[in-house]
């Protein structure tokens, strides 16, 4: 009672206390949170261009929901479209470039060409139409016409993209010098006699590369080497895997389905009778009823069956139950409800005839349903009297897309047509032809090639996860809380070894990256390895999909010039093959060409006929060896020589120029041609590596 007395008399006190506390807590969050005021506000800065949060974060939003996408996939996908339009716009700024009315009106009419809201009675983009729409969506709906804007200016993007690549590739034209020299890279021919020194012939353990002379390669070539951010770290999951216990113990559950059973109803407060999957006849409920998959009434072939039992089901007879079996992470029980043989493959061909109201009917459908069938009736006595007229009518009548196709359907598996369709098809022999209602509207329908029958059954399947119980989790928890516990304390791989845990390394993560090998989707896991206060070997436990995930941090590299390490693998045979290719020019300095062949055991060698097109010698591609025979005068030696397989020496003999032409346009065009289909990702590629781009993507995501 006297320390309330006290807390009350002291209260306006202890109130100011805490005020300036949290006051205190939230102005060194402010100060100290990441990437500072201008990261808090901005996604990214391009060549000076800030990409506000806010507008980015709402893209994201409607790309997720717009493709179903994940946020890390959504986001990538809005980065390259942002950075795309400000580097593509401050060229059209450069360039003068603008859309004009007529252009944005012309791309319009041919993006909506196909699009039945927007023709006319003649099958034209109606631009009354248009602006009826937008006036309606306008007044109606915001959010559409939002999209309606966006709509347009991807439009008038794309046009002044299309204007800018333009440009570029007409000045991409092959010249008639370019085309000679094309000409002549190709078929000039020259001769020569060579010896060689593979560099095979000094082992690669004959040759010392120190890590010195690695870092001073790399130095020497900073844009070659040049390395994003990256981070390594190592992990242990513990899995949220069901015991053995729990295994037998779902068994257990789904068993006591089977028979007749006693269940108390809390409704009569009396015990309630039920029977078992073996006795019930309405199956359909009992299975929606207990089964985490709801029935499905269709056909099943074997290898539509679950693997570890599906010979097993495929042989039973109507009525029979099967189970329990184990089918990966579920036990299941199935009852075969009808048996039959049937083929597993028809081809099938219509005439749809659409009415108003029908799925996917556009505003040109105008008739109503008794018009459809009166129709439908009619094209069916047609085509029952004569088939042949069929491909005919489906072309001039049907509304289906198939109709350019005569109504072609192809090939279908049962189950992938809609149910009376379906049924339609492999209920009847080939060759009939019938009339079919669906929410599509009215099919006149022709059966076509069958596969051979083979044998189904229609089963009704109760299906029961196998899940890990409380106890399991609960385990699970502590031993994972255990192991960061002793990580903490202790060697991360000792900990691991001593309790038989895998440890699983992931080298080089980005700092954009949302994958972890082994955990898929987490970007916690990425955000806590590239945090400033993250040092390389903390560890910290994070909850997973499956589980829960320790993690150690390993290594930590800032954007820049990559490590000795990580470039070793690529520069060390560089150099090894530089060293073996000054030791074996030392040890043939002043010699022949014919004891260089001595020394190797072999004869001098002859090319003939050689390209620079084609720098062929014997099955090495030495274009650095060829250019040397084209640039020396017949009959002189050469020096010796650095190629990719080893060392030459060669001697010139003929040197053949293909005969002139009176012009070069064709080789001129296809170097022309060449160019230009490369040029718009070698333009956006260019202006991506020259542009200044401060990217805080990893500061929100």
Do not use: C
């Not at 506390?21 to 201008?38: E, H």
């Not at 196909?114 to 009826?132: C, H, K, S, W, Y």
């Not at 010098?177 to 094309?182: A, N, T």
């Amino acid at each position: 009672m006297a320390i309330l007395n006290s807390i009350r008399q002291r209260g306006v006190f202890l109130i100011l206390i805490i005020a300036l506390a949290l006051f205190a807590f939230i102005l060194s969050d402010i100060l100290t949170s990441r990437g500072g005021a201008k990261g808090q506000t901005n996604i990214a800065t391009i060549n000076g261009v800030d990409i506000p949060r806010e507008d980015f974060m709402r893209e994201v939003e409607m790309t997720q929901r717009n493709t179903n996408a994940n946020t890390s996939v959504a986001m990538n996908r809005v980065w390259e479209q942002e950075l795309r339009r400000v580097l593509m716009e401050e060229q059209f700024e450069k360039a003068g470039i603008t859309v004009e009315k007529a252009q944005l009106d012309r791309g319009l009419k041919a993006a909506l060409g196909n699009n039945p809201t927007f023709l006319n009675e003649a099958g034209e983009v109606d631009d009354a139409r248009i602006q009826e729409y937008i006036a309606t969506i306008k007044a109606s709906s915001p959010q559409m016409y939002q999209e309606w804007i966006q709509f347009e200016n991807a439009l008038s993007i794309g046009i002044l993209e299309d204007t800018y690549i333009n440009m570029i590739k007409g000045g991409l034209h092959g010249s008639q010098l370019e085309g000679e020299q094309e000409y002549h890279f190709e078929n000039d021919k020259v001769n020569f006699t060579y010896a060689m020194v593979p560099y095979s012939s000094i082992t690669d353990e004959e040759i010392n590369v120190t890590d010195k002379e690695i870092q001073k390669y790399i130095s020497e070539r900073p844009k070659q080497f040049e390395v994003e951010a990256s981070a390594d770290l190592e992990y242990v999951l513990f899995s949220e895997n069901p015991s053995d216990a729990d295994i037998e113990e779902a068994k257990k559950e789904i068993s006591t389905l089977l028979t007749k059973r006693v269940e108390f109803n809390r409704e009569t407060k009396a015990n309630d009778s039920l029977p078992g999957f073996q006795d019930v006849e309405d199956f359909e409920e009992f299975v929606n009823t207990h089964s985490e998959v709801p029935y499905s009434d269709r056909w099943y072939f074997e290898n539509e069956l679950p693997s570890s039992a599906a010979s097993n089901l495929i042989a039973l007879e109507k009525g029979q139950v099967y189970g329990p079996y184990r089918d990966g992470n579920t036990y299941n029980i199935s009852k075969v409800i009808d048996t039959k043989k049937m083929p597993d493959s028809a081809d099938s061909k219509h005439i749809l005839i659409r009415y108003v109201g029908t799925m996917r009917a556009g505003d040109d459908i105008t008739r109503s349903k008794e018009e459809a069938a009166k129709m439908a009736d009619s094209i069916l006595a047609v085509v029952k009297k004569t088939p042949s007229k069929f491909e005919d009518l489906a072309k001039e009548l049907s509304d289906d897309p198939s109709k350019g196709n005569g109504g072609d359907l192809g090939t279908s598996t049962p189950g992938r047509m809609v149910p009376p369709f379906d049924q339609f098809i492999f209920n009847n022999p080939e060759g009939t032809i019938g009339l079919v209602e669906t929410d599509f509207g009215y099919h006149v329908v022709q059966v076509g090639k069958q596969s051979a029958a083979k044998p189904a059954i229609k089963i009704a399947t109760v299906v029961k996860p196998i899940e890990p119980s409380d106890k399991t989790m609960n385990d699970l928890f502590s031993d994972a809380s255990k192991f960061e516990v002793a990580v903490s304390k202790g060697d991360f791989n000792k900990v691991a070894e001593e309790q038989n845990l895998e440890v699983r390394p992931v080298n080089k993560i980005g700092p954009m990256d949302a994958t972890i090998p082994g955990i898929d989707n987490n970007r916690g896991i990425v955000t806590w390895a590239f945090n400033k206060d993250t040092k390389v070997g903390d560890t910290k436990r994070f909850s997973v999909s499956n589980g829960y995930v320790i993690a150690r941090l390993t290594r930590k590299n800032k954007k820049g010039l990559a490590s000795v390490e990580d470039v070793s693998d690529k520069v060390k045979p560089i150099l090894i093959k530089e060293k073996k290719a000054q030791k074996i020019k030392e040890s043939l300095a002043g010699k022949s060409m014919e004891e260089i062949a001595q020394s190797q055991n072999t004869s001098v060698r002859t090319a003939s006929s050689v390209s620079l097109g084609n720098p062929m010698i014997g099955a090495s591609k030495e274009p650095k060896v060829v250019g040397y025979a084209f640039g020396t005068k017949s009959g002189e030696t050469t020096k010796l020589i650095e190629g990719n397989d080893g060392i030459y020496m060669l001697k010139v003999g003929s040197l053949t120029p293909a005969p002139k032409m009176d012009n070069y346009r064709n080789q001129a065009q296809k170097l022309g041609q060449k160019n230009q289909s490369s040029a718009p990702s070698q333009v956006i590629n260019a202006l991506k590596k020259k542009a200044d781009i401060k990217d805080n993507r990893a500061e929100f995501y």
